[in-house]
């Protein structure tokens, strides 16, 4: 941005920063972004099937499986926290989800006399409201996430206790309640509106899917409300300096529960896209995902000790994460590389970082 | 000069702390008046921080009266006592280090722009707003600029451009040249003369001798949780205020 108005300073001894010294072109997303770009070349070169609108398709649908859930964790990572919990949180929403859905369709079952009836010819069940069984039952799903992030929330912004521990125990304590709940066994989405959940789920508009038009959507909103609201400058603040937010008069304690709820729905929306695409909510489903969602978010360039982080690099890391692993495959590399290769540029991704940063 | 306005802007009668059986302040007095700039002096312990404490609102003084602008008022925290003019800046200045200036002057009290039921933040103001503060305070400060990128003085500059904010009537700073270069102290101190000629009453905390000197009106020295001695600074010497720091002269 220029100078606005007859500016009241003169600068005589403080430079001006340059345009390619400062926001994205100074920050570690802009780097991956980089790096990215060049892979995009080099797979061009490798591999004929790579730039084909089916495999496209099929980078895009991969990466946005992970893609919602890393901007949720990036704004806990913006104010300096970690959310360990996104994996099993996955599960559990898709679970419930399909459980209340399986439900509520079944006549006979609990509260289906509200959502179903059955056909004249006493076989097929009928909903009541096409599409109402599905609201409930994703809003069950996402009721659940809700709570789970207000009690990390809470463990962390008022009792005090650290970030890793108690979202480490939420892993935990999440992932077993959704053994408990389906008995081990997982869950099936089911009945009239089984459809409609496939098409919102794991459906394309237009050669779209939609999952990645989802994640587009999300995206932006978070990109407004990080850098255009109040409650985005707090986040970052409190990210840059917890004690100076607090001094400020930032209302610390709630953007942190507001974090950790975020975190969380992005997670159970993740959770319940993936179970569409799946056809299920297997008990083990998305087992160790937040280490993927957390590398994806490192890579992008959100800094685990806190005030860096974004929409824009988020992506780009869970993009980068599903060229590799693509470009393996389309390369014929055996698949067993990817974990290794995926730690590789992690590392490689920060000690670029770090390496910059002392440069200027 | 100091006496020009008869009614202090702030006025303590008999402050006395009391953290269990620790007495940390005993019967304080003092008087600041608009446009004046008052030292506060003393060693570690003498209930200098505690004193600021009590008039920035994070303690509530266990005995006296606290007159802000004439009228008495009650703290109960930090955000009352910012609400009728007194403003603090911290020894570590309570800046978000990946924020830019305007961002960091307008910390928790953003400039925002109605769009229905949203409400977006008004960047252009706020970096204008920003501007001209930093203007008013002469320091070579762009809005747009981040923290982290910034001198020591500068840092201090967006720190006092966030009390100007509010209009605040009377600033504590907390050793605010502790810990920046020689250069850097001669623009602060600038920055409190600016402070000084818009009418605002300054309470400097600080350990620097010189700078004392430099700028301050008046000194206060506190020694074990009492007022020492309350003297215009050229009616004494520095000579005079260590041995009152020190306790080799009791009183003056």
Not at chain 1, 43 to 48: D, I, T
Not at chain 2, 18 to 45: C, K, S, T, W, Y
Not at chain 2, 118 to 137: P, Q
Not at chain 2, 191 to 199: D, F, P, S, T, Y
Request: glycine share 10%; charged share 15%; hydrophobic share 50%.
């Amino acid at each position: 941005m220029a100078m606005p108005m007859e500016s009241p300073i003169t600068f005589s001894n403080v430079g001006k920063i340059r345009w390619w010294q400062r926001g994205i072109f100074a920050s570690q997303t802009g780097y991956v972004l980089l790096a990215l770009a060049v892979l995009l070349v080099i797979m061009h070169f490798a591999s004929p099937y790579f730039f084909t609108e089916g495999n496209m398709q099929n980078v895009a649908k991969n990466f946005s499986f992970i893609a919602i859930a890393t901007l949720g964790v990036t704004f806990v990572i913006i104010t300096g926290g970690i959310d360990l919990s996104v994996g099993s949180m996955m599960c559990f929403s898709a679970m419930i989800t399909s459980m209340v859905m399986t439900e509520l369709s079944t006549p006979g079952g609990l509260g289906a006399s509200l959502f179903v009836h059955m056909a004249a010819d006493g076989k097929t069940v009928l909903a009541n409201v096409p599409g109402l069984i599905l609201l409930v039952s994703i809003l069950a799903g996402l009721g659940v996430a809700l709570i789970a992030g207000l009690v990390n929330g809470f463990c962390i912004a008022v009792l005090g206790l650290s970030p890793f521990v108690t979202t480490l125990g939420m892993l935990s304590i999440v992932r077993g309640l959704g053994y408990v709940v389906s008995n081990g066994r997982g869950s099936f989405p089911g009945g009239p509106d089984a459809d409609y959940f496939y098409a919102l789920t794991s459906g394309d508009v237009l050669g779209v899917p939609v999952p990645f038009i989802y994640l587009m959507i999300l995206a932006l909103t978070m990109a407004v409300v990080l850098h255009h609201t109040s409650f985005g400058r707090h986040v970052f603040a409190l990210g840059g300096n917890e004690k100076a937010a607090e001094l400020t008069g930032i209302p610390v304690v709630r953007v942190k529960i507001e974090v950790y709820v975020i975190c969380a729905l992005a997670a159970g929306l993740q959770g319940i896209i993936i179970s569409g695409w799946l056809g299920s909510a297997p008990a083990n489903m998305a087992t160790s995902y937040e280490l993927n969602v957390i590398a994806a978010a490192v890579i992008g360039g959100a800094n685990l000790a806190g005030g860096i982080g974004g929409p824009l690099g988020a992506i780009v890391g869970c993009v980068l994460l599903e060229v590799i692993r693509n470009g393996l495959v389309l390369a014929q590399v055996s698949s067993y590389w990817q974990q290794t290769l995926v730690g590789v540029i992690i590392i490689l991704a920060v000690l670029v970082d770090r390496i910059r940063s002392r440069m200027t | 000069m100091t006496k020009a306005d008869a009614t202090p802007v702030l006025e303590l009668t008999g402050i006395g702390k009391e953290f269990g059986a620790i007495r940390a302040l005993h019967d304080v007095d003092l008087q600041v008046f608009p446009g004046e700039v008052v030292g506060l002096m003393g060693d570690n312990g003498a209930g200098k921080s505690t004193l600021v404490k009590i008039i920035a609102g994070n303690f509530r003084p266990s005995h006296g009266e606290i007159r802000f602008a004439g009228s008495a008022v009650h703290f109960n925290r930090p955000v009352d006592a910012r609400a009728v003019g007194i403003e603090v800046v911290y020894q570590d200045l309570a800046l978000s280090d990946n924020l830019t200036a305007a961002a960091n002057v307008f910390l928790g009290r953003e400039l925002k722009r109605r769009f229905g039921p949203i409400a977006l933040l008004d960047h252009k103001s706020m970096a204008a707003r920003a501007l001209e503060l930093f203007g008013e305070l002469r320091s070579e400060t762009r809005p747009d600029d981040l923290v982290k990128q910034m001198s020591g003085g500068q840092r201090q500059a967006v720190a006092i451009a966030r009390t100007r904010l509010s209009n605040a009537r009377l600033v504590m700073m907390d050793e605010p040249t502790a810990a920046i270069s020689v250069r850097q102290v001669e623009q602060v101190l600038g920055l409190i003369h600016r402070l000084k000629e818009q009418g605002v009453a300054v309470m400097l905390i600080s350990h620097r001798m010189p700078d004392v000197f430099a700028v301050c009106d008046r000194v206060v020295v506190m020694r074990r949780g009492e007022k020492r001695a309350d003297k215009p600074i050229h009616e004494t010497s520095p000579e005079e205020v260590t041995a009152l720091i020190t306790g080799a002269k009791e009183a003056a």
